[in-house]
């Protein structure tokens, strides 16, 4: 199976910056779109960027121009850089990755653990 490891969450104040990544890891026969997606306590999961395997990219309307999604393929990894950051960004941030495990199989949808990120006014 596929596993997502995220790394880079934390405090940081308004205006500021921070970068997550994601590496996919373990069976991986192939990876189609990665992403980002957040969640607010008592609300839903929900998009922040995602990205295809040729790099074309998907914002959430709430992060456009501050936010910036890329990958690289050979290291199965996402990054999210994150600029202009505001207290309503605070939530707690999901990588995700559309991939098949074996040959075989078909297209699943894989999630990290979650990383916090946490905006201070």
């Known amino acids: 199976q596929v596993q997502l490891v995220e790394s880079g969450g934390g405090l940081v104040q308004a205006g500021g910056s921070l970068r997550l990544s994601c590496a996919a890891s373990?069976?991986?026969?192939?990876?189609?779109?990665m992403g980002w997606y957040r969640q607010f306590p008592g609300k839903q999961r929900e998009l922040v960027a995602t990205?295809?395997?040729?790099?074309?990219?998907n914002y959430g309307d709430s992060v456009k121009g501050r936010f910036t999604i890329s990958r690289d393929n050979a290291k199965n990894t996402v990054y999210l850089q994150m600029h202009s950051l505001k207290p309503e960004d605070t939530a707690v941030y999901y990588c995700n990755a559309h991939a098949r495990a074996f040959s075989w199989g078909g297209y699943t949808d894989y999630w990290g653990q979650g990383t916090q990120v946490t905006v201070s006014s």
């Open positions: 373990g069976s991986i026969f192939s990876i189609n779109v």
């Open positions: 990205i295809a395997p040729g790099g074309s990219t």
